[in-house]
C-alpha cells in the first residue's frame, strides 16, 4: 500500500492535462504491468449534464469507471479534498460516494447475483449501489480475506483502480470496417470444422475431467484458482496449446500491489497491416466453493478458452490482412487483474487495437433457445464490433438470437478494461444478465457442479462458429485455399478402373444425404462427418474393409480406418469408405475439407486416394491419389461449388497389392459445406 501511495502524486497532478489532451497517462515510477494505480482522497459519483462528458475534463477530479444511470451516465472519480464543492459549482451532478479513501480497496460486486448484498455488508461498506452494480468499500487489511470469500460465491466482481479513464474513443483504433454482403466461401468452408469433440477435448483438460501432459508431466487440473498452486499449470497449458499449433505464445506478466501472474498471448501476424490488431480469447482462471482444491470451471470459462484455441488451431493456417491475438488473461475472477494490466500496456506503447472479443461463459444454455449476449456498451466502435458479430452469425447461419446491450451492458469481465483505456471491445456470454426478461445463467457458475457433463457443446459450437466468422471477416482473410497436401497425382480414369467398389449393389441402399450442421445459409452436407456414430459411411465389401475405428482420432473418440495397418495380415485389397451427396444446383460454394493421416510401408504398388464418383461409380474427379506417410493429421481442402446441381459420392479408398508391405490412410471431420446465397 505505500508504494502504491507514492505513485499517486505524479498522476494526480497530471490528471487534468491528460483528460484535456487525450493523452495516456503512465507514470514513469508506475512497475510494469501494474495496475493498482492511486484514487484521491474522495470518491465521487460525478453526472455532467446531458452530452457534455467534456465538462469531466475541466473538473478537478481523476474520473476512473463510467457507469450507465437510469436515463443517463455516471462516473466514479476521485478527487483532492474540497472538490466536491467545486465540482457541483461546475453545473455537474454529485455524490459525494466517500470522504477518505485512505486505507480502502474498492470493489464492484454485480447487483444481480445471490448473496450479493448479504456479502457487501459482511465485508464492508457500500457506497454506492444500483440494480446492476454495487460499489464496496473494503478496509485493505481485509481485501485478500474477502477474495477468498467472494471467490465460494456465484459472483463476479471488478476492483476500481486509481487509474484514469479514457474519455471517448481512442484515434485511429476505431472500428471503421464493416463487412456486409454476401458469405465468404472461404470463410464459410472453415466453420464445419469447428466440432463438438474438439471443443470439448480441450474443456474437458481444463476442467479436470480428465488428466492432461503439461510440459512433460501427466497431471488433472483440478482448479484454476488464481492463488492456487495450479494456475501455472492452467496458463501452461494454454502456452502449451498455442505452441503445438506452430503459434509463438508470450507470457505477459502482470501485477497488483503484492499479486502477480501472467497473461498469455499469441499472434497470427497479419501480412498487410501487422500493427493492426483484432484481440480474441477469455480469462483461463476460475473459482469455486472449493477454490484451492476442485474448481472446474467448465463454463466459466473453460468454454471460451476452448473456442479461443479452436479458432487458433484453424486460423493458424490461413493468411490476413490484420493480425489476429489470442489472449488467456488470469486474474479475472478477482476483479479483471490481468487485463486491466494487459490493456494498460498496449494504451502506453501506442498499440492499435481494432477490437477484443472476450468469450466468458458460452457454455450454458438451460433453455435451448440458443439466446447469446453481446455487451458493447455504447461507444460507437464496440457497437459496430456487436454488429459485425451479429451479421456474421446470421450470414453463416450459426443459429444464435442475439441480444446487443448497450445501455445495459455489464462491466463484470475482462472486455471493460479494453473499454477503460478507450479501445473497442465486447462481451460474449450466455443468457446470463436479467433485463426485464429472466436470465438463463448457469446456476453452477462458481461451483465445483460447473463441468463438462452441464456444457450445451452445440451451443458452444455455434458460439465459436460465429466468432471464427467475425475475426476471419474483421482480420481480412485473404487466401482462399490451403490445400496440404496437394494432391500427388493426376490418374486417369483408364487408369483407376479398380477404384469401383466392388458391390456397388449393396451400396446404393443407403447413399441419402443427411444435412448435417447449421440452419441458415451454410450447412454441412456429409453425414456423421465426424465419425462419431454409426451411419452414413458405406464400407466396400472386400477382402479388408474398411471401419471406423478408435485408433486413430483426430477429435473425439473415432475415425475411420481405410487400407490395411502394420499390424493385421496384408492382402491384395481394396478397402474402402464412401457417401453420396447432392450438391444444391444454387451453391455459392460448396467445399469440402477432411482430416487425413495417411502411412505407408510400400513403395511402389499400393496407393491412398480420395475421389469423388458418379451415383453409378464412374469417376468424376480424382481429389487425390499417392502413396504418403504422414507424421501428423493433414488438412485437405477441395473446392467443389463447379459441381454444383450433381450428384456425387465421396470416396476414400486404399489399395493394397498384398507383397507385405501394408498401406492405410485415416480420415476424421470429413465436411462438405455448402453456402446458398
Ligand atoms: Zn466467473
Avoid at 492456487?228 to 505464445?249: C, E, F, H, M, N
Avoid at 457454455?363 to 459485425?388: C, F, K, M, Y
Avoid at 473446392?639 to 450433381?646: N, P, R, V, Y
Wanted: glycine content about 8%; some cysteine.
Amino acid at each position: 500500500m505505500v508504494l502504491r501511495r507514492l505513485y499517486t502524486v505524479v498522476g494526480i497532478l497530471i490528471l487534468g492535462m491528460a483528460l484535456l489532451g487525450g493523452l495516456q497517462l503512465v507514470t514513469s515510477s508506475t512497475p510494469a504491468g501494474d495496475i493498482s494505480g492511486t484514487l484521491g482522497r474522495q470518491l465521487l459519483l460525478v453526472s455532467p449534464p446531458s452530452g457534455q462528458v467534456q465538462l469531466l475534463a475541466t473538473l478537478p477530479v481523476t474520473v476512473h469507471v463510467q457507469i450507465a444511470l437510469t436515463n443517463t451516465t455516471g462516473f466514479i472519480a476521485s478527487a483532492q479534498p474540497a472538490a466536491y464543492a467545486s465540482v457541483r459549482a461546475s453545473g455537474a451532478d454529485a455524490l459525494l460516494l466517500d470522504s477518505d479513501t485512505r486505507n480502502k480497496v474498492y470493489y464492484f460486486l454485480d447487483a444481480q447475483a445471490k448473496n450479493a448484498h448479504l456479502l457487501a455488508d459482511r465485508w464492508g461498506t457500500t457506497v454506492y449501489s444500483d440494480d446492476r452494480q454495487i460499489l464496496l468499500a473494503i478496509p485493505a487489511a481485509r481485501e485478500r480475506s474477502f477474495l477468498d470469500a467472494v471467490a465460494q460465491n456465484p459472483i463476479h466482481i471488478e476492483l476500481l483502480t486509481g487509474k484514469p479513464l479514457y474519455l471517448g474513443e481512442r484515434a485511429g483504433t476505431t472500428v471503421p470496417k464493416t463487412v456486409t454482403g454476401e458469405a465468404n466461401a472461404a470463410v464459410a468452408s472453415l466453420l464445419s470444422l469447428v466440432t463438438p469433440d474438439r471443443l470439448s477435448a480441450i474443456i474437458a483438460d481444463l476442467s479436470g475431467n480428465r488428466s492432461v501432459s503439461i510440459n512433460g508431466r501427466t497431471l488433472t487440473l483440478f482448479t484454476r484458482y488464481t492463488f492456487s498452486k495450479q494456475i501455472g499449470d492452467a496458463t501452461s497449458y494454454v502456452r502449451q496449446a498455442l505452441a503445438r499449433l506452430g503459434l509463438s505464445p508470450q507470457d505477459v506478466p502482470w501485477s497488483y500491489g503484492r499479486y502477480s501472474g501472467v497473461n498469455i498471448i499469441a499472434d497470427i501476424r497479419g501480412r498487410s497491416n501487422p500493427d493492426r490488431i483484432w484481440l480474441i480469447g477469455g480469462h483461463v482462471d476460475d473459482t469455486s466453493q472449493t477454490p484451492y482444491t476442485r474448481a472446474p470451471g467448465a463454463d466459466d470459462n473453460a468454454s471460451g478458452i476452448a473456442s479461443m484455441l479452436v479458432i487458433a488451431d484453424i486460423l493458424r493456417q490461413h493468411q490476413f490482412q490484420d493480425t489476429i491475438r489470442f489472449v488467456a488473461f488470469s486474474g479475472e475472477e478477482q476483479g479483471m487483474w490481468g487485463s486491466k494490466s494487459y490493456a494498460g500496456r498496449l494504451a502506453a506503447s501506442g498499440a492499435q487495437i481494432a477490437g477484443y472479443i472476450d468469450l466468458d461463459m458460452i457454455g450454458w444454455d438451460g433453455d435451448n433457445d440458443h439466446r447469446v449476449e453481446l455487451h458493447s456498451g455504447t461507444r460507437q466502435s464496440s457497437i459496430v464490433l456487436a454488429n459485425a458479430f451479429a451479421a456474421a452469425n446470421a450470414r453463416y447461419g450459426s443459429g444464435l438470437i442475439i441480444e446487443i446491450k448497450q445501455g445495459t451492458a455489464s462491466r463484470f469481465s475482462d472486455h471493460s478494461s479494453f473499454w477503460d483505456v478507450g479501445y473497442p471491445a465486447i462481451l460474449a456470454i450466455e443468457d446470463f444478465f436479467a433485463d426485464g426478461r429472466a436470465a438463463d445463467r448457469n446456476p453452477r457458475y462458481h461451483n465445483s457442479g460447473d463441468l463438462l457433463a452441464n456444457v450445451r457443446l452445440d451451443y458452444v459450437t455455434r458460439y465459436t462458429q460465429a466468432a471464427l466468422a467475425t475475426i476471419a471477416e474483421l482480420a481480412g482473410l485473404t487466401d482462399t485455399q490451403t490445400a496440404t497436401p496437394t494432391p500427388t497425382s493426376t490418374a486417369s480414369l483408364q487408369a483407376t478402373p479398380t477404384a469401383r467398389p466392388p458391390s456397388p449393389s449393396t451400396a446404393t441402399a443407403t447413399l441419402t444425404p443427411t444435412p448435417a450442421g447449421g440452419t441458415g445459409t451454410c450447412r454441412d452436407l456429409m453425414a456423421n462427418g465426424n465419425m462419431e456414430a454409426a451411419f452414413g459411411w458405406t464400407f466396400g465389401r472386400t477382402a479388408r474393409p474398411a471401419s471406423y475405428t478408435d485408433a486413430a482420432v483426430f477429435a473425439g473418440n473415432h475415425g475411420l480406418r481405410t487400407g490395411i495397418e502394420p499390424w493385421t495380415l496384408d492382402r491384395r485389397s481394396h478397402s474402402s469408405a464412401y457417401q453420396s451427396v447432392a450438391i444444391p444446383q444454387d451453391a455459392a460454394s460448396a467445399l469440402l475439407t477432411a482430416q487425413i493421416r495417411r502411412g505407408t510401408g510400400d513403395g511402389t504398388g499400393d496407393y491412398q486416394e480420395i475421389l469423388l464418383l458418379t451415383p453409378g461409380y464412374r469417376l468424376v474427379r480424382t481429389l487425390y491419389r499417392g502413396l504418403a506417410n504422414d507424421a501428423d493429421w493433414q488438412t485437405v481442402r477441395y473446392d467443389l461449388t463447379s459441381l454444383a446441381g450433381q450428384t456425387v459420392v465421396v470416396y476414400f479408398n486404399v489399395y493394397n497389392d498384398g507383397d507385405g508391405r501394408r498401406t492405410w490412410m485415416y480420415a476424421d471431420d470429413v465436411h462438405l459445406s455448402v453456402c446458398i446465397p
